[in-house]
């Protein structure tokens, strides 16, 4: 069972992350709005400071592959996750064409049943899917650290179908991720919110939270 942390803001808390055994951590990019965004300069300087065997996955709001590939080249990490839907297909292959060594994982925020037939559709382009609780329509979107749980029916169904590994945030926390991964059974799981007192990623936290995702994963 993978474990990102996202909204990863210093050295020091990726430091603490891989301490833990997080296998990812996530650095948040220029959003409309939610937690974590930093700037483009620490971005750059945390992905070059965590050790090998960790990956470091850009959140970027970018649709266009000159925008998503404008931004990479200024961060150089390890995987692009893009927060909102691309503006057509094609960006996936440009992208990839640009960056042939950098993976790509889409979010999909779940709003409903409808989510099973995007994860379907946009599995194809992509190494992984990350499924998340904003709400993109919003007139100022929601892409992602809303803090929320949705319907994990759906989740384990796009886990079931999608044919790609599949990435669960959204609202999880150290008293729930255990249900979670009983109920859905990603590939891994991805936590900001619930691992964070007054704004810092907390060690109990993230202490308990690896301790029972680790517990869950070897039942």
Not at 128 to 154: C, F, M, Q, Y
């Amino acid at each position: 069972m993978r474990i990102k942390v996202c909204c990863i803001s210093s050295i020091e808390e990726a430091q603490l992350a891989t301490k833990y055994g997080a296998n990812a951590i996530g650095l948040v990019g220029p959003m409309p709005s939610g937690p974590g965004p930093i700037e483009i300069e620490l971005i750059n300087e945390i992905a070059r400071s965590v050790p090998p065997g960790v990956s470091t996955f850009l959140l970027t709001c970018e649709t266009s592959a000159k925008g998503i590939i404008g931004i990479y080249k200024r961060t150089h990490t390890h995987v692009l996750q893009l927060v909102d839907e691309v503006d057509n297909m094609e960006v996936y292959s440009e992208v990839r064409a640009e960056l042939p060594h950098v993976k790509l994982v889409q979010v999909i925020h779940v709003t409903g049943s409808e989510s099973l037939s995007e994860a379907i559709i946009l599995a194809p382009h992509v190494e992984a899917i990350l499924l998340d609780s904003g709400n993109p329509k919003l007139e100022v979107k929601e892409l992602g650290g809303t803090g929320r749980v949705h319907d994990w029916s759906i989740s384990k169904a796009i886990v079931t179908e999608c044919g790609v590994p599949v990435f669960l945030a959204g609202g999880l926390n150290p008293l729930n991720v255990a249900d979670a991964i009983a109920q859905v059974k990603p590939f891994g799981v991805d936590v900001c919110s619930g691992l964070r007192r007054n704004g810092y990623l907390d060690e109990e936290l993230l202490d308990i939270f690896v301790n029972a995702v680790r517990m869950n994963s070897s039942s």
